[in-house]
Nanobody, 121 residues
Framework: VQLQASGGGSVQAGGSLRLSCTASGRDFSDHALGWFRQASGKAREFVAAITWSGGSTYYSDSAKDRFTISRDNGKEMVYLQMNGLKPEDTATYYC???????????????WGQGTQVTVSS
């Protein structure tokens, strides 16, 4: 079972990035999928989540109105489109999957390895 995140990089403030996460090893179509991030020296924090059907999405206050989470169950992918990036968005971003999961890391059973996002001012 593996979640593989990609798409991170270095951008200037105001720029955009699209993170992708591919799931393999099992069927995650019945799992909620989420994105979390962890900045250096800080706790892992919730960014966004999407239900198994894709019918509902949830965002942190910092991500709301700037980030969009989506999923493609046929391709076993989840995406995080990030627009209007700010230096405070700099962190390692992780994708995660969980059957009954939403905003808390403990709710997720599977985690990807993380992809680094660096936003310069």
């Amino acid at each position: 079972v593996q979640l593989q995140a990609s798409g991170g990089g270095s951008v200037q403030a105001g720029g955009s990035l699209r993170l992708s996460c591919t799931a393999s090893g099992r069927d995650f179509s019945d799992h909620a999928l989420g994105w979390f991030r962890q900045a250096s020296g800080k706790a892992r924090e919730f960014v966004a989540a999407i239900t198994w059907s894709g019918g509902s999405t949830y965002y942190s206050d910092s991500a709301k109105d700037r980030f969009t989470i989506s999923r493609d169950n046929g391709k076993e992918m989840v995406y995080l489109q990030m627009n209007g990036l700010k230096p405070e968005d700099t962190a390692t971003y992780y994708c995660a999957a969980g059957k009954l999961a939403l905003r808390y890391p403990d709710e997720y059973d599977y985690w990807g390895q993380g992809t680094q996002v660096t936003v310069s001012s």
